[in-house]
T-cell receptor, first 116, second 114 residues
Framework: DTEVTQTPKHLVMGMTNKKSLKCEQH?????MYWYKQKAKKPPELMFV???????INESVPSRFSPECPNSSLLNLHLHALQPEDSALYLC???????????????FGPGTRLTVL | AQTVTQSQPEMSVQEAETVTLSCTYD???????LFWYKQPPSRQMILVIR??????QNATENRFSVNFQKAAKSFSLKISDSQLGDAAMYFC???????????FGQGTTLQVKP
């Protein structure tokens, strides 16, 4: 089973709202990722969690706040977003073994976010 | 820094025919992984095939195979017996063993004509 689930599928929010995106995997993976993808463009890495600790933050604005409550769950908290933040937000996970990065990332279906 | 280039923004193929998608990359690393991902219009990114740089043998998964030329830094994807369900955007990706980051090309949109 290589399933990564994401909720909600679609989200519309105003610039003053606070919302959260959720990602879950039950493959025993210890690395989880958030990507942002604009239409017809490749995904852009935002954050990486390894063993529930934030290991990479690609200089993402503070209005995006990631959280990894446990090894199966990854959240992305959103606050005071801008219209240009509208995009598809993809979550991915991989084995994330400490000895090697040589593992495959499996992606969820994404959350389509629209900021009004 | 590593870069990945897909020089074909769009490709089309007749159903049941064979098509090859191109990918080149630039790196100074000697060991790394390469991937092809498929993203249909329904948007889920799906792994198609993976190649370890230290392996000389080209990876194959059913109708999908790669032509990996390490010296030329080329990693093309061949789709045989194309099916309508193969229509999607295909991304070539490089994974650094040092940083763990996945670096994507700009993608190739494949159209399959019935």
């Amino acid at each position: 089973d290589t399933e990564v689930t994401q909720t909600p599928k679609h989200l519309v929010m105003g610039m003053t709202n606070k919302k959260s995106l959720k990602c879950e995997q039950h493959m025993g993976h210890r690395a989880m990722y958030w990507y942002k993808q604009k239409a017809k463009k490749p995904p852009e890495l935002m954050f990486v969690y390894s063993y529930e600790k934030l290991s990479i933050n690609e200089s993402v604005p503070s209005r995006f706040s990631p959280e990894c409550p446990n090894s199966s769950l990854l959240n992305l908290h959103l606050h005071a977003l801008q219209p240009e933040d509208s995009a598809l937000y993809l979550c991915a996970s991989s084995q994330g073994t400490r000895s090697s990065f040589a593992d495959t990332q499996y992606f969820g279906p994404g959350t389509r976010l629209t900021v009004l | 820094a590593q870069t990945v280039t897909q020089s074909q923004p769009e490709m089309s193929v007749q159903e049941a025919e064979t098509v090859t998608l191109s990918c080149t990359y630039d790196t100074s690393e000697s060991d790394y992984y390469l991937f092809w991902y498929k993203q249909p219009p329904s948007r889920q990114m799906i792994l198609v095939i993976r190649q370890e740089a230290y392996k000389q043998q080209n990876a194959t998964e059913n109708r999908f195979s790669v032509n990996f030329q390490k010296a030329a830094k080329s990693f093309s994807l061949k789709i045989s017996d194309s099916q309508l369900g193969d229509a999607a955007m295909y991304f070539c990706a490089y994974r650094s063993l040092n940083t763990g980051k996945l670096i994507f090309g700009q993608g190739t949109t494949l159209q399959v004509k019935p």
